[in-house]
T-cell receptor, first 112, second 110 residues
Framework: SQTIHQWPATLVQPVGSPLSLECTVEGTSNPNLYWYRQAAGRGLQLLFYSVGIGQISSEVPQNLSASRPQDRQFILSSKKLLLSDSGFYLC???????????FGSGTRLTVV | RKEVEQDPGPFNVPEGATVAFNCTYSNSASQSFFWYRQDCRKEPKLLMSVYSSGNEDGRFTAQLNRASQYISLLIRDSKLSDSATYLCVVKGGTASKLTFGTGTRLQVTL
């Protein structure tokens, strides 16, 4: 069966510090991968998606970047965090079949 | 206009009540539809897919009206454990992206 792992679960970082969140998927190949952010009391916003190794599409201009160095690894990064980067970051995967996504357990980031 | 719109609630209902949530979507080319459930401070989890013919899973019934671009979720015999935020989700376009509504919060009380 397929599983998705995301870490860390919680992170407190100072403004201006770098960020690296990692997500890995097991039990499938060539998944579509996604990074979402959910700000406090708000809906899920798609940040990046990837349909293959090295292929990254950005949905919104921002202080973040994403990379997919391996088929089942998706990384979210920032060189310098802003206060507005605080939120709940969720990685998800899907196939091209008409199914929904499976989400990782999320990383709650607080920038102080 | 938002791509997926939901009444944010909250809906406060007693245990045993029937409650219905509605959702509209703007992209007529949308391909698949879902309801997700999100508990406080947790990741969203798939509750059920929504099919044009309507579908039922135990106490939950989902309906889709493509002509009106409208999706609904009916919960019968509400339980305390049904308290959560229910997200209306639409899939389509490049890379099978999901677009989420902002969610409807349900609180079931004794």
């Amino acid at each position: 069966s397929q599983t998705i792992h995301q870490w860390p679960a919680t992170l407190v970082q100072p403004v201006g510090s770098p960020l690296s969140l990692e997500c890995t998927v097991e039990g499938t190949s060539n998944p579509n991968l996604y990074w979402y952010r959910q700000a406090a009391g708000r809906g899920l916003q798609l940040l990046f998606y990837s349909v293959g190794i090295g292929q990254i599409s950005s949905e919104v201009p921002q202080n973040l970047s994403a990379s997919r160095p391996q088929d089942r690894q998706f990384i979210l990064s920032s060189k310098k965090l802003l206060l507005s980067d605080s939120g709940f970051y969720l990685c998800a995967w899907s196939s091209d079949l008409p199914y929904g996504y499976t989400f990782g357990s999320g990383t709650r980031l607080t920038v102080v | 206009r938002k791509e997926v719109e939901q009444d944010p609630g909250p809906f406060n209902v007693p245990e045993g009540a029937t409650v219905a949530f509605n959702c509209t979507y703007s992209n007529s080319a949308s391909q698949s539809f879902f309801w997700y459930r999100q508990d406080c401070r947790k990741e969203p989890k798939l509750l059920m897919s929504v099919y044009s013919s309507g579908n039922e899973d135990g106490r939950f019934t989902a309906q889709l009206n493509r002509a009106s671009q409208y999706i609904s979720l009916l919960i019968r015999d509400s339980k305390l454990s049904d308290s959560a935020t229910y997200l209306c989700v639409v899939k389509g376009g490049t890379a099978s992206k999901l677009t989420f509504g902002t969610g409807t919060r349900l609180q079931v009380t004794l």
